[in-house]
């Protein structure tokens, strides 16, 4: 059995440094779509007063255009006995470029922005906006999230942990019901400490895991607070 998860872990550890030796290719791609996605966003501008004058009639069309506040998503968590909560739902994709009102804290996937929050084992130490981390979700990171009640040393190792896993990231996050959580796209988790054996369970199952939509994005390149 010890051969076997060695081999596991390692297949999994090629396949995440595979991927990070790509990112730098993928990085100058990504720029140039971001470019060409600022100008759609300045040509929509443009033509503004067409669509307000037609937004009542395309009242559903209103997130794929970047102006509507919710989430499109719908449903509600389940636990499971390792104490992981799975959203039973919709979870929708849809790049918007207004604030994103989401029905869980923090969210585990959504509209979101366009553009990825960094997490390529980025540590913040303030707030990051929340429509860029869940882009990031859908990239396949893991978010790492702690409050004020969060001892110091929790949050210390757990930076620590992050800082050396691609495709992960942490940041303070008040609004959340326990000290510490993890979450990834669909799935989240609260832990008691950084010793909680659910943290290595849970970055070695959802970092870059099945559950992930856009499995190998590029974590880099993106924005950073």
């Known amino acids: ?94 790049h918007v470029t207004t604030k994103v009102s989401y029905p869980m804290h923090p969210p585990v996937g959504g509209n979101h922005n366009p553009v990825w929050l960094n997490c390529n084992g980025d540590v913040y130490t303030a707030p990051v906006p929340e429509e860029n981390a869940v882009h990031s979700l859908e990239h396949g990171a893991v978010w790492v999230t702690y409050t004020a009640k969060a001892p110091k040393a929790d949050v210390d190792a757990l930076a620590a942990k992050v800082k050396s896993t691609p495709y992960s990231m942490i940041s303070p996050y008040e609004k959340q019901d326990a000290p510490l959580l993890l979450s990834a796209w669909g799935h989240q988790v609260a832990v008691k400490s950084a010793k909680d054996p659910e943290v290595a369970k849970f970055f070695a199952t959802y970092v870059q895991g099945d559950q992930t939509p856009e499995p190998g994005a590029s974590c880099t390149g993106g924005v950073m607070k």
Do not use: C, P, Y
């Open 1 to 94: 059995m010890g051969s076997g998860k060695n081999s596991s872990t390692a297949a999994r550890k090629a396949r995440i440094d595979e991927m990070r030796r790509a990112e730098r290719a993928r990085e100058r791609r990504n720029r140039i779509l971001v470019i060409a996605a600022s100008v759609v966003v300045v040509a929509g501008l443009v033509v503004g007063g067409v669509v307000l004058v037609n937004s009542q009639s395309d009242g559903k069309d209103s997130t794929a255009s970047g102006d509507a506040k919710g989430s499109g998503d719908t449903g509600h968590f389940t636990t499971g006995k390792d104490g992981v909560r799975t959203w039973s739902g919709k979870l929708a994709r849809t």
